[in-house]
């Protein structure tokens, strides 16, 4: 009888680690596979604000031109993060102007508009609103 039990007693234990070990596999694989959509969410996240702080930097570049020259008007590319990887339209009228600054960062599209007044006598460059643009693919 004494064989019996413990024999059964190793079953139990078998059976036990088993189930453990089969639970601690799945948490850990579970955790794995968490962790790694995240750092790929983590990794579009900031190629994203990349192209929209590119995108902005456009604006602020043409801004000061526009500071510097009332008149300034037409196309141009700047070089932020890659060679001309920002391209920026100036559309001059008499008293105001629009921006359009695109930011194209690997896959990822960002694309900003300031209208602006411009003071005929002064020469004052007021930005009277900027908004993001859907980039359409």
Known sequence: MFYK????????ALITV??????????????AVVT?????NIDANQKSMIAYYAAYSGIQDALIKLE?????SGEYSLSINNTDDVSITVS?????????????????????????????????VTPVSTTELIVSL
């Open 68 to 72: 510097r020259n009332k008149d300034f």
């Open 36 to 40: 790694f959509w995240s750092i790929k």
């Open 5 to 12: 039990k413990n024999k059964l007693n190793g079953v139990a």
């Open 92 to 124: 001059n009228t008499d008293s105001s102007a629009t921006i359009t600054s695109s930011a194209s960062i690997n896959q990822f599209n960002k694309k900003m508009q300031t209208i602006t007044d411009i003071d005929n006598t002064t020469g004052l």
């Open 18 to 31: 088993i189930s453990l070990g089969s639970l601690i596999f799945v948490i850990s694989l579970s955790t």
